[in-house]
């Protein structure tokens, strides 16, 4: 069994956010995916458990910790890494969670499209809970883009900084945020920090999933897409920039466009071959 690792949303093998990608997993059992997933340490890997053909696979993805139902950095390296192999062109996921096409160019370039996208009121008791596991106060949040939670493949609280020394500043309580995370059910946080109209610097805890903070993470980019929509906080046709990884060292850079009429998000981005 060949275990792939692919740097997503970055040209750079050390940037982004690496990704382990299993392209035959058809005899591998949910504990020993895991157990894979735990040993490569990576925020997730990517099992292609069936090819039902015409570029269709039915995927997993597992942490170090749990199987996640979505993710989107490792969909793109597997999309990269089976184009690699078979060329450019469209290929679609079976998920846990729908499915997920994915276009991928002769640059190593992919664009997924999310299932759809929605999102709902966070709470004030659960707000206050989440505050206080970031260790964060409610004169840290940005009145303009107010707290909620987002999903579009996996479910993501969006919180605001009100600047970017706050977002810098991540120094959370660990097992009080996983206990919350894992009691309802969210993936990441998503750390946000308004640099201009289209542009963010992003952040996301991951303490469910073994990892202190994902260096770069699709599916709550797609979530934010659905966030910044259903609040009228860009145009519908928006193209934002998200850059995130840089406080980690792991610069990555992550495309959201909304397209009028369309219920999921695309996310973009690159994925390049690592050293194994």
């Known amino acids: 069994m060949e275990i792939l690792r692919y740097a997503v949303f ?16 058809s005899t591998l059992s949910e504990a020993e995916m895991l157990t894979i997933a735990a040993e490569v ?8 458990t069936e090819d039902r053909g015409a570029g269709v696979h039915r995927v997993r993805y597992f942490s170090p910790l749990a199987e ?18 078979r060329g450019p062109g469209t290929y679609v996921f079976v998920t846990n969670v729908g499915e997920v096409p994915v276009t991928v ?24 809970a989440l505050l206080a596991a970031l260790r964060w106060e409610p004169a840290d949040l940005d009145p303009a883009l107010p707290p909620r939670v987002a ?4 479910y993501h609280p969006v919180i605001a900084a009100a600047s970017r020394q706050r977002l810098a500043d991540l120094d959370y309580d660990v097992p009080v945020l996983k206990a919350l ?5 969210w993936t990441t946080i998503q ?22 903070e994902d260096p770069a993470t699709g599916a709550a980019a797609a979530a934010f897409g659905g ?16 850059s995130q990884g840089d406080d980690l060292g792991r610069p990555g850079r992550l495309t959201v466009t909304l397209t009028p009429g369309e219920a999921g998000v695309r996310v973009s981005g690159t994925a390049v071959p690592m050293a194994g």
């Open 191 to 212: 750390l946000v920090w308004r640099e201009a109209e289209d542009r963010f610097d992003v952040r996301d805890p991951f303490p469910v999933g073994g990892v202190y």
């Open 105 to 128: 160019d002769d640059q190593r370039r992919a664009t997924l499209t999310s299932v759809g996208a929605r999102v709902a009121d966070l709470p004030g008791d659960e707000l206050s």
């Open 68 to 85: 996640v139902p979505f993710c989107g950095h490792a969909t793109v390296g597997t999309a990269v890494a089976l184009a690699d192999r």
């Open 181 to 185: 995370m894992e009691a309802k059910g």
């Open 10 to 25: 970055s040209a750079d093998p050390a940037g982004g956010n690496p990704a382990g990608v299993v392209l035959d997993a």
């Open 151 to 154: 999903y579009a493949g996996a």
């Open 41 to 48: 340490g990576y925020s997730e890997t990517a099992f292609l």
């Open 227 to 242: 966030y910044l929509r259903d609040l009228w906080l860009v145009p519908g046709d928006a193209v934002v920039l998200l």
